[in-house]
């Protein structure tokens, strides 16, 4: 997700709790973040649906934590190197893919 200075006025509003941020963030990026998850774990609409939503809720609940200028795709591109390991290796292995 690259940030423009929209996605940065985006995440501020974010921190405060507006949910239309959110929204708004979510679908400017959702195909992006779409295709780069079914690349990284295959054609599991499921999973790539529920990995996204864990996405947006990493960048609802950092919002506030983020300093000025930070980027919605920092919070998430941290929540997803994060969550690889734990949560997609199982399946992939189940799959034969690791």
Do not use: F, N
Not at 16 to 27: K, P, Q
């Amino acid at each position: 997700m690259r940030a423009t200075p929209d996605d940065v006025a985006l995440l501020a509003r974010i921190a405060v709790g507006e949910e239309a941020a959110l929204e708004l963030l979510a679908t400017e990026h959702h195909a992006r973040l779409w295709r780069y998850l079914a690349h990284q774990l295959g054609a599991d609409v499921w999973l790539i649906a529920d990995v996204l939503q864990e996405v947006y809720l990493a960048i609802w609940d950092g919002a506030r934590s983020c300093r000025g200028g930070a980027r919605a795709s920092t919070r998430g591109g941290r929540y997803l190197s994060e969550r690889r390991v734990d949560r997609w290796d199982a399946p992939a292995k189940r799959r034969g893919l690791s």
